[in-house]
């Protein structure tokens, strides 16, 4: 069979027939030297990104830059909207649709509920955030009245989709009340009709083959602690002076046969820790673990008191963290897949459209509009960290009580309304500029705790120090594809690739 | 005159049940009383009988009506026939891979690659044609493909069509293939949104990032953000769309930057494909414009692939044969060639993966014939 040109009616145009790159306006951006380069990186709100250099940039914010100076700079300007042609009725839209995707968040109403059964623990942690009670002290569990409010609270958010947290205290020793709450949820969730998952926080010290069975008939899912080797954990979580890391064990043992590795351990950093991740790695995979989180303390309860023995300074905690994200990324070079959870979030939010939940790091912050905390008593907070300050006596953040109050009532307390208000960091000093924005949030709690109001202070913030140095880290390495490449496979949760690229 | 939308191959077929649909009079005969037979073997009920022997015709030309043609080898059971003066269409052959309605010729755009090269004239009776060929269709056809010409262009005649398909077969798949630019029109999307959500995908092509390369493409001013307007119509209301980027000389150096203008700007797409070019029609008209091989751009589609999976957009490769895709990504490469325009060599008979292949366009067959490499298993 032969095929030959087709009849036309009418002629083809040239390309430069097509071409009208002239008049174009700046959409607003934000730009910050990238520290120790000649580059500056420039990003929108809703959080494109450019590496330019400081002549280029300049001349773009003259607009005297032109399609011809650069192609392929240009169009990557217009295509992530730093620029727009003003015969292109439809790029503000375009843009919007953007923002909307990164701001998703903001639709879901409170996402995670934490429940706090008890605050009762045999654990005497260092750096535990709450003042654990006395195992005996059976006032300080949740009452089945209490919970089976606070459920209906819950069932009462929008948000089709639903976490239950369970936390102490040591959950295990109020596991009544968490048996309450899984079967009241679900037989209110007949008619609301929501995607319920469950999250056990335990240290699993002496769980029992009943309260597993439970867990398993249920699909809880377990979250627990491991501060790393045998040692590090002792020191770290003791109880009066048992090997608390041998009970760990066996707990841990005992649930895998009934849960398998669906058992997700967390590090609590202390200022011993910051010697031994190599050892800490170790120990995370010898649990079947392929990630880690590497967060530091938080400055509450318990913590603060003990802060100067276990505790560290921001700029120890990044010299460390940096140190270890590196001796991370160079396991994956070698084909070892580990991920560091907190980079890769971060990461998340720098490379893909799409929003992210996670409530310490949000704009305006997740606290009480992504999350709620049901204390035992009744009281409601915005946020884990909100209870345990007002375990310290700071009721300041207290939303309400679930035998007086609506869930109406709770999302239009003042307190919550004031803590939306003033965490929105588009508006906030020495955050609205920055170029790193769009990837970061607010904890106007950890504001409030270490510089006394909710707004804090940029230039002295342990917070924005922190970030800053992550961000600075993570943007330069995301320049050489080999990081990148590691990066999308942190995101993707895709072990396979590391491998690939090492075969 | 309809189009030839389908053929098998191959038919041993000696006499079959056919429907006919005769559009002139506004009438169509189903099953029994149409029969295609070269065998004297013909039962009363038969009204019409279609034939290549000059024996049945004989014998039944003064019973029945009874055409005869000289060659028809085609037809199959069940098949529908689009019946004119001297000659026959076939418009429905139940055997084929890929059933699509032809909806009209005439386009907004005038891509340079174009396999269908519009035409202006009027072609309205195509309307009640295909009108007519749903009705026949049959019930539990899995998927049935809209195209053209640009589909679109029909306005309230293309809703009253989906409406059609739509109600007589509540549960087939609608494919259109088009440039999406009458998406910006969101009265018209609702409308489709409101008959066909849920079984309705637009397959919409973007083949550059740069706006001003994709309409010279397409050659057609404003294309390029239309059409990406049309993208988040269609998601607004709820409506699956596919991106389809053929890829020629003009864009093979741009699918990374295509890939992540998708990811970034639409998406909720539902899958891209990325295809291999169709010479025929106006791809020769433009052969130097457009023409480079697989072979040349097989680095680029790997690192699109590659962005794809970092993107989890889920993404395949259509139009080339598996020997021309580079083993890495060679299972992204789909059998995506109808059946009525699929093609092997003598070569690919020494391949072991000639029943997984998508084979070649008949036209394009001529342009990969001598890149053709049979790929044997465990080579090592």
Redesign the interface.
């Known amino acids: 069979?032969t095929?030959?040109?087709?009849?036309?009616?009418?002629n083809?145009?040239?390309?430069s027939?097509?071409?009208?790159?002239e008049e174009y306006n700046l959409f607003p951006f934000n730009f910050k030297n990238l520290k120790d380069t000649n580059l500056i990186l420039i990003t929108t709100e809703e959080g494109?990104f450019v590496i330019t250099t400081k002549d280029k940039l300049n001349s773009i914010l003259k607009k005297s830059f032109c399609f011809e100076d650069d192609p392929s700079l240009f169009?990557e300007l217009?295509?992530?909207q730093f620029i727009y042609l003003t015969h292109?009725k439809?790029a503000l839209?375009?843009k919007i649709?953007?923002y909307r995707?990164k701001k998703q968040f903001l639709y879901t109403g409170p996402v995670l509920h934490v429940f706090v059964v008890t605050t009762r623990c045999q654990h005497k942690c260092h750096y535990c955030q709450i003042t654990p009670q006395n195992q005996n002290a059976f006032e300080y569990d949740m009452t089945e009245q209490i919970a089976k409010k606070s459920v209906q609270m819950m069932m009462q958010a929008p948000s089709q989709n639903i976490t239950v947290e369970f936390q102490g205290g040591e959950t295990l020793l109020a596991f009544d009340v968490v048996k309450t709450i899984v079967s009241y949820t679900l037989f209110l969730n007949e008619t609301y009709k929501k995607e319920i998952e469950f999250v056990l926080a335990t240290s699993l010290v002496d769980i029992n083959q009943e309260q597993l069975e439970f867990i398993k008939e249920n699909h809880i899912l377990i979250s627990t602690s491991l501060d790393g080797p045998e040692i590090l954990h002792n020191k770290n979580r003791p109880i009066n002076s048992q090997n608390t890391y041998k009970k760990f064990l066996e707990g841990y043992l005992l649930a895998r046969e009934y849960v398998g590795n669906t058992i997700s351990p967390l590090l609590t950093l202390s200022r011993d820790s910051l010697f031994h991740i190599e050892d800490i790695i170790t120990e995370y995979q010898k649990f079947n673990q392929n990630s880690i989180s590497l967060r530091a303390l938080s400055p509450y309860g318990f913590a603060v008191k003990t802060m100067g023995k276990i505790g560290y300074s921001a700029k120890e905690y990044i010299d460390f963290y940096l140190k270890a994200l590196d001796y991370i990324i160079n396991m994956n070079l070698r084909g070892v897949y580990f991920r560091e959870e907190y980079a890769t979030l971060l990461l998340r939010r720098i490379l893909?459209?799409?929003a992210t939940g996670y409530v310490d790091l949000q704009s305006p912050s997740g606290a009480g509009m992504n999350a709620l905390v049901y204390y035992y008593n009744g009281d409601i907070y915005p946020a884990d960290e909100a209870r345990m300050l007002a375990e310290m006596g700071d009721e300041t953040f207290k939303l309400g009580h679930v035998n007086e109050n609506t869930y109406k009532d709770i999302y239009n307390s003042p307190v919550l309304q004031t803590l939306i208000q003033d965490s929105c960091a588009e508006s906030l000093a020495g955050c609205s500029d920055c170029s790193y924005l769009p990837y970061c949030g607010c904890d106007p709690l950890f504001n409030y705790v270490t510089q006394f109001d909710h707004y804090g202070h940029r230039p002295t913030s342990d917070f924005c120090y922190k970030q800053t140095a992550i961000y600075e880290y993570l943007f330069k390495k995301i320049q050489d594809e080999k990081f990148l490449d590691i990066f999308?496979a942190w995101?993707?949760y895709?072990t396979e690739?590391i491998n690939e690229n090492i075969s | 005159m309809i189009k030839l939308l389908h053929t098998t191959p191959y038919s041993s077929i000696q006499s079959a049940k056919v429907r006919k649909v005769v559009y002139n009079i506004s009438e169509y005969i189903d099953g029994d009383n149409i029969f295609y037979t070269t065998s004297d073997n013909v039962s009363v009920n038969v009204k019409l009988i279609l034939t290549t022997s000059k024996d049945i015709f004989k014998k039944y030309k003064n019973l029945k009506e009874v055409i005869y043609f000289e060659k028809l080898d085609e037809v199959e059971e069940y098949a529908i026939l689009k019946l004119e003066l001297n000659s026959i269409y076939l418009t429905f052959l139940p055997s084929s891979n890929a059933h699509t309605l032809f909806f009209t010729s005439r386009c907004n755009h005038y891509c340079l690659m174009c396999s269908e090269p519009p035409k202006i004239d009027n072609d309205d009776y195509l309307i009640q044609d295909n009108l007519k060929i749903i009705e026949l269709l049959d019930k539990d056809l899995p998927v049935l493909g809209v195209s053209g010409g640009e589909p679109t262009l029909l306005g309230s005649d293309f809703i009253k069509i989906i409406k059609k398909i739509r109600k007589e077969l509540p549960q087939t798949e609608i494919r259109v293939l088009t440039n999406g630019r009458a998406y910006t029109n969101e009265k018209f999307v609702q409308e489709i949104a409101d008959i066909a959500k849920g079984y309705f995908v637009s397959e919409i092509p973007i083949y550059h990032s740069d706006f001003a390369k994709h309409d010279y493409i397409v050659q057609s001013r404003n294309a390029f953000f239309e059409t990406i307007d049309g993208f988040y119509k269609c998601a607004a209301y709820g409506l699956s769309t596919e991106v389809r980027v053929v890829i020629s000389k003009q864009n093979y150096d741009n699918l990374a930057d295509l890939m992540y203008f998708i990811y970034r700007n639409i998406p909720f797409v539902d899958h891209i494909a990325l295809m291999g070019l169709e010479y025929i029609g106006f791809a020769l008209n433009n052969l130097k414009t457009i023409h480079i091989s697989p072979l040349e751009y097989m680095e680029e589609l790997k690192q699109a692939i590659k962005l794809c999976r970092n993107y989890a957009l889920p993404v395949s490769i259509y139009n080339l044969p598996l020997c021309l895709v580079h083993e890495d990504i060679r299972h992204y490469a789909r059998q995506s060639i109808s059946d009525w325009k699929n093609e092997f060599s003598e070569i690919c008979y020494n391949c072991e993966y000639k029943n997984e292949c998508a084979g070649m366009f008949t036209s394009t067959q001529p342009f990969f014939e001598t890149l053709l490499k049979p790929i044997i298993k465990n080579e090592d």
């Open positions: 069979m095929f030959s040109p087709a009849k036309t009616y009418k083809f145009k040239d390309l027939y097509y071409q009208k790159y494109e169009l217009l295509n992530k292109d439809e839209n375009r649709i953007k995707t893909t459209p799409y999308w995101i993707n895709d690739i």
